[in-house]
Structure formats: structure tokens, C-alpha cells
């Protein structure tokens, strides 16, 4: 028995749940149109206008994405080798070991360089 | 029906699925699903899904009921025994209230994300062990809705796609607030997700098995929460961050963000974000009771009467809902006892200590796992060559020195006398220059003086 099947059945009742609360409040709910209520919220002043596609951000955020993926792809590595830890004894360990080492130079280097600062 | 056969196919088509075994169960899984079908299927799914909604209304008022009784006020009391269905009653009107899409939204876009965070969050609890096998129907079958041996990677996964809700809500909107909580958001929970994955390594070492089931019977003699001890620190820690919850709820943080993400939702969709941050809630606490907690075994006292008999049949869900419930009121109590972080603490502490030391600690279980496996040593001659180790290493730290005072970076104050307003708006003084007396002071002073003065010459002419 494919143990993925009930999985598609989950995600078919989540997918009926997710869609069905949205569209019923869509359909209940009442409608009272008022200009205001359909701008952008900003505490009342005019809203901010904003560029075509998305508003801009500071880089940081951008910085820790870039950061995030390198550590993400260490413990998607560090995963099977965790599970068949047993199997690969001594090899395994001596490679992962150095594999996290060799990580660990560029975390060094971006902490020194203030890539985890915030001001 | 043929969907489901179609999907099948096409999935045993793709190999994703290891061999079976003889026996019927799945290689690398300990629970058995062989005579599940769909109709046990659907059941289950089913169940999850009404487990969860309930499980977040009564979540819902557990949280304002303790929170209310840590603050000295009775909490919501009013509808329902107890104010039970106060929870209840605001998903109502929720429910009934008016949809605003706002006139600048992505409207597609808009309309999707928060149906992808209620989605993304319900799946977890496919993989999460309520109990071992039990009679249901007729059938012999496990209270689980499935495990693989990818199981818990399936539950990070699941919580991963679950951030696209966030961040395509906040950025659909079109609107300040919105854009700058859902990409402080994103990074929190991206940042928090690494430590928590990171010290979920140390029990797929010891359990040798990624598989939900397979890693609650490999702790049939002992927790993985008391030997992976700082290991469970910091899965508590970053699970707390990961659901932006208080001390972490920055994304959220009224004072500077409004609503966070969710400022431009109304209606259903905001529920629906809502939502799924409490199951998020209740899925995180459900992954720290299946991995370091036991799962649904039962605490030990309890596990040895009568051999095992509260380890077998329905009593393990009761085990399971405990563990779950009482990591519920840590969060709750998290709440009423700490106060929110800024954003730069709550990042360095992040990405400078949790990650650091949840790394260190993989290294160190990898080598104190390796030796006892690999070599003859024995566990105690481990202990104390590593208690040699921190010896050493506790003697070393004192030769390191002091560290120094921090350098002053930035701009150098101009001489000269300094005006705060040379540039149209008040700034303050940068390091070395000083404000000049404010003319309020001086006017203030002036007042005082004259009331003096005139005071001692009005005592001299009555004296005169």
C-alpha cells in the first residue's frame, strides 16, 4: 500500500476546508461599499504610493534569505546522514564532520563581515 | 475513487516508495497500515481536520482564560460553561462579516494566500503518531493517518510552503504595513526553522529513523528529551519563534506594525491566517511530544503498572493529548510572563547563538554516538575524557583576554557649536557633542532667581 495516498486525501479535505470558509463568507457576508474602506490602511493618512509589483523592502531581509538557503541545503544534507548514521560509521562521520567545518568558515566570515548585524 | 487510483499508480510509477517488507508494514516504518482503505482513510482525515479546528477553538479560550487568570481578571466568562463557546462565537461573526478586498491588492494572489497557510498547516498531522494500533471498524490499523520514512522532512516541508502564505499575503496587499510584517515575518520564521532542524539531527541520530513512528518506539525505555537535553532547549526556543509567538510575535508587534501581514485581511481570509498560527501552534507542540516527549507512551510511573497495559489500545491518545496540552500552557505562560523582543536581539539571537550551538551540539553527539558505536570504548571513559575536555577548554577560555571596548563607528562630530535643527527637523547630538542649555532651562531659571530675589527684598523691606 502506497503510504502517499492518504496524504491526497488529507490534502483533499484541507483544500475543501480552505476554499469552502472563503467562499461561504464571500457569499454570507454583506457588501457595503465606502472608498475608504478600500485603500491601503495607514492609520489614516493617505497611503504610501507604491511602485508597480510590490513595495521596496531593506536588503537585509534579502541577506538572510541568501544566508537561510545555504544552512537549509547543510541540514538537508545532515538528514540522511543522521538516519544511516550507523550504516556509514567512521567514513560518514569524518565527512560530515569536515562538511560542517568547511560551513563554518563562510558563517565565521559573514559574522565578522556584520552580515547578522541589525541597525 | 480513480483519482485516488490514478495518483496511485502514478506514484508507485515514480518508485518514491521503498519495498515492503514481508510482514506487510512498510521498511523503516513501525506502524503498520496494511489494512487501511480508503473509506479508514478519509475517516481519518477527516477526524484530523475536526481535531484541529476544535483543538484551536478551545486553544483560543485556554489562552484567554489562563492568560485572564495570570492578569488577576476572570477571562471570557459569558457564553457557554465557562465561556467555552466564546471562541466559537467570534469565528461567527468572522464568518459573517464583510470581505474586503482592498482596491491596490494582487487580487488573485490576495485571495489564495491565506488558503495556502490554513492548507499548508493542516497537513502535519498526517505523520503525527495519536496511538499505536487499535480496532476500528473490524480492522486493525494504526492512529495515524500515515507514515513514511521521510516523515519528519515532510512535516518541515509542510511548515516551509506554509511561509509562502505569509509572504504572498503581505506583499499582495500593496501596503506598508503589510509588506514589512510579512518580510519580518519571513525572516523569523526562515531563521528559527534552521535551528529547529538542526536539533532535530541529534534524535534522528540516536532514533536511526526519520520515520514519526519508528523514532516514538525507539523510545520505548527512554525519552530522547532527557539525554538531548540542550537539544530540546533549543527545539522549545526556535518552535516558539517559528509560530511568532510571544516573546517572538514581532511580525505582529502592535505598536510598529499594526496587523503585520494580515492588516489589509477581513472576514474568513484573516481567520483563515489566524488559524493557521494556532495550528501552527498546536503542530509544533505535537512534533516536540512525538520527538523528544515520547510521542503517546506513557510518563514512566504510569507506563510500568500492570506491563504496559496504559501503553496499548485507546489510553495512549490521553498520554498524547497531556504532553500536547501541557506544551499549549507553555506557550500560554510564555505569554503572560515575557515581554516582546526587539527585532536586532531577537536575530542575533537567532542566527549568532541558537544556530552556533545547535550546530556545536550535533558535532557532539555525532562524536560521542560515533565513539561508543564505532570503537570499544565505554560510555563512562566518553564522560570523562569529555569532562577532561571542557576542563581544558574552561582553562583556555582564561588565557583568552577581556574583550575590548567596542570601537565607535560612524560619523565624527563637526566642531563647533552644535544646532539641532540645523537641518529643518530636531536630531540628536551625535557621541562628543553636547546639547546647548535649552531656552526653556534658562527661562525657567531666570523665573525661579526673580521669585528669590523679590522674596528676600520683600522680607528686607518688612524687616526695614
Not at chain 2, 258 to 287: C, D, R
Request: overall charge neutral; hydrophobic content about 55%; charged content about 10%.
Amino acid at each position: 500500500m502506497n503510504p502517499y495516498v492518504p496524504l491526497l486525501v488529507l490534502m483533499g479535505v484541507a483544500a475543501v476546508l480552505a476554499l469552502g470558509g472563503v467562499g461561504a463568507s464571500a457569499i454570507i457576508g454583506p457588501r457595503r461599499y465606502n472608498r475608504a474602506k478600500l485603500e491601503a490602511y495607514e492609520c489614516g493618512i493617505q497611503p504610501t504610493p507604491h511602485a508597480v509589483g510590490g513595495g521596496r523592502f531593506p536588503i537585509k531581509y534579502y541577506l538572510v534569505a541568501m544566508t537561510f538557503i545555504v544552512f537549509d541545503i547543510e541540514v538537508v544534507f545532515l538528514y540522511p546522514w543522521a538516519v544511516s548514521f550507523a550504516d556509514l560509521a567512521v567514513f560518514g562521520l569524518v565527512a560530515m564532520i569536515g562538511f560542517l567545518v568547511l560551513i563554518t568558515v563562510p558563517f565565521v566570515y559573514e559574522w565578522r563581515r556584520g552580515g547578522f548585524e541589525w541597525d | 475513487m480513480s483519482l485516488v487510483a490514478l495518483a496511485t499508480q502514478h506514484l508507485t510509477g515514480l518508485h518514491l516508495v521503498a519495498a515492503t517488507s514481508p510482514s506487510g508494514a512498510q521498511a523503516g516504518v513501525a506502524a503498520d497500515f496494511s489494512h487501511d482503505n480508503f473509506w479508514i482513510w478519509l475517516l481519518k482525515a477527516v477526524v484530523i481536520v475536526i481535531f484541529m479546528l476544535t483543538s484551536v477553538l478551545i486553544a483560543i479560550w485556554f489562552e484567554r482564560r489562563v492568560v485572564g487568570r495570570m492578569q488577576l481578571r476572570p477571562g471570557p466568562n459569558v457564553h457557554g460553561p465557562f465561556g467555552l463557546l466564546q471562541s466559537l462565537a467570534d469565528a461567527m461573526k468572522l464568518l459573517l462579516k464583510e470581505d474586503v478586498t482592498v482596491k491596490a491588492a494582487d487580487k488573485i494572489v490576495y485571495i489564495v494566500a491565506p488558503m495556502i497557510a490554513v492548507f499548508c498547516s493542516l497537513l502535519t498531522f498526517a505523520v503525527i503518531p495519536f496511538g499505536p494500533s487499535v480496532h476500528l471498524f473490524g480492522i486493525v490499523t494504526p492512529l495515524q493517518l500515515t507514515d513514511f520514512p521521510v516523515a519528519v522532512l515532510y512535516i518541515l516541508a509542510a511548515a516551509s510552503v506554509g511561509v509562502y502564505g505569509i509572504v504572498l499575503g503581505g506583499w499582495s496587499s500593496n501596503s506598508t504595513y503589510p509588506l514589512l510584517g510579512s518580510v519580518r515575518s519571513t525572516a523569523q520564521v526562515i531563521s528559527y526553522e534552521l535551528s529547529m532542524s538542526l536539533s532535530l539531527v541529534s534524535v534522528f541520530v540516536l532514533a536511526g529513523s526519520m520515520s514519526t513512528s519508528q523514532i516514538v518506539s525507539s523510545q520505548r525505555s527512554l525519552w530522547w528529551a532527557l539525554p538531548l537535553l540542550p537539544a530540546f532547549v533549543i527545539y522549545v526556543i526556535s518552535m516558539v519563534g517559528e509560530t511568532n509567538r510571544l516573546p517572538f510575535d514581532l511580525p505582529e508587534a502592535e505598536g510598529e506594525l499594526v496587523g503585520g501581514y494580515a492588516t489589509e485581511y477581513s472576514s474568513m481570509k484573516f481567520a483563515w491566517f489566524f488559524l493557521a498560527e494556532y495550528i501552527n501552534m498546536i503542530n509544533v507542540s505535537a512534533v516536540a511530544t512525538t520527538l523528544f516527549l515520547g510521542g503517546w507512551r506513557a510518563p514512566w510511573p504510569i507506563s510500568a503498572i500492570n506491563d504496559g497495559m496504559f501503553n496499548t489500545g485507546w489510553w495512549p491518545v490521553l498520554w498524547f493529548l497531556v504532553k500536547l496540552w501541557a506544551l499549549i500552557f507553555f506557550f500560554v505562560w510564555l505569554r503572560g510572563t515575557l515581554l516582546r523582543l526587539r527585532y536586532d536581539q531577537f536575530m542575533k539571537f537567532g542566527w549568532k547563538l541558537l544556530i552556533p550551538v545547535s550546530l556545536g551540539w550535533v558535532v557532539c553527539v555525532a562524536a560521542v554516538q560515533g565513539v561508543r558505536q564505532f570503537s570499544s570504548l565505554t560510555l563512562q571513559t566518553i564522560l570523562v575524557a569529555l569532562g577532561v575536555v571542557v576542563i581544558v577548554a574552561v582553562a583556555v577560555s582564561y588565557l583568552i583576554p577581556e574583550k575590548t571596548e567596542p570601537r565607535t563607528t560612524g560619523k565624527v562630530a563637526p566642531p563647533g557649536v552644535f544646532d539641532a535643527f540645523a537641518d529643518g527637523y530636531p536630531v540628536p547630538p551625535l557621541p562628543g557633542q553636547t546639547l546647548p542649555p535649552s531656552p526653556r532651562r534658562a527661562r525657567a531659571a531666570a523665573a525661579v532667581a526673580s521669585v528669590t530675589d523679590t522674596g528676600t527684598e520683600a522680607q528686607e523691606v518688612q524687616r526695614g
